[in-house]
């Protein structure tokens, strides 16, 4: 265990504070992470199609928006009402992970931009934010 160089005033060593979160915590954040990407492609789909390349179906791109966005939002909800469930944590970390092997299968295949690795990321750091978080406060 790491312990503070210091002592507390009984003189016996303190544990060193660590990262402490929820699901809760982890639903809010990641609802902010979708609503911002779900609703980009619907709410000005000319510089979404500047910074990913382009597309032939945009219907295709505001559908996956939508849904981003609904995933978004019911994870939020949980979150702020802090009532975060089983259910939604696999929401959570099963999109994150849908999301993250969808960007690594086509842009290897090269049929999406490299920059959608940027992606992978936050994919992969909600996942494993579901993973360590706590289920209750």
Do not use: C
Not at 68 to 75: E, F, H, K, Q, R
Not at 104 to 131: C, F, K, N, Q, T
Request: proline share 4%; no cysteine; glycine share 10%.
């Amino acid at each position: 265990m790491d312990y503070w160089p210091g002592h507390g005033r009984s003189g016996v060593a303190r544990r060193a504070p660590q990262l402490q979160f929820t699901w809760n915590d982890v639903a809010v954040l990641q609802a902010l992470y979708y609503l911002v990407a779900g609703l980009w492609p619907l709410l000005h789909m000319p510089s979404f199609l500047k910074v990913t390349g382009p597309k032939t179906d945009l219907w295709l791109v505001k559908t996956v928006g939508v849904l981003i966005a609904v995933i978004g939002t019911v994870l939020g909800m949980g979150g702020v009402r802090r009532s975060v469930s089983r259910e939604m944590a696999l929401l959570g970390a099963g999109s994150a992970a849908s999301l993250a092997a969808v960007d690594l299968i086509y842009v290897a295949r090269r049929r999406i931009s490299l920059v959608y690795l940027l992606d992978v990321l936050p994919e992969l750091g909600l996942i494993m934010g579901w993973i360590a978080g706590r289920r209750r406060t």
